[in-house]
């Protein structure tokens, strides 16, 4: 059975920084694409971040140089390292792998307030 599960949500203030975890389990993890997307209440979820398999990454324009999304494959674990936290940033966020088939973890609440 395919597993997503994300960590390190919370509450943090404007200017903070937060880093999400999420470790895979029951798939090959290494040549997934995985990634983050997040939901805002009253808002449609959309991509934060994506790591190819081969490494590369894609950000949304907002979070541009602000978060970074890394992996390790040897721990089968994605993160994303979310620096200059604004309020805007306060969502669910959600941790998917990607080949055939899309797979989901069950979310991590990031809450920015002061």
């Known amino acids: 059975q395919v597993q997503l599960v994300e960590s390190g949500g919370g509450l943090v203030q404007p200017g903070g920084s937060l880093r999400l975890s999420c470790a895979a389990s029951?798939?090959?993890?290494?040549?997934?694409?995985m990634g983050w997307y997040r939901q805002a209440p009253g808002k449609q979820r959309e991509l934060v971040a994506m790591?190819?398999?081969?490494?590369?990454?894609n950000y949304a324009d907002s979070v541009k140089g602000r978060f970074t999304i890394s992996r390790d494959n040897a721990k089968n674990t994605v993160y994303l390292q979310m620096n200059s936290l604004k309020s805007e940033d306060t969502a669910v966020y959600y941790c998917?792998?990607?080949?055939?088939?899309?797979?989901w973890g069950q979310g991590t609440q990031v809450t920015v307030s002061s």
């Open positions: 998917y792998a990607e080949r055939s088939v899309a797979y």
């Open positions: 790591i190819t398999s081969g490494g590369t990454t």
């Open positions: 029951g798939i090959i993890f290494s040549p997934y694409a």
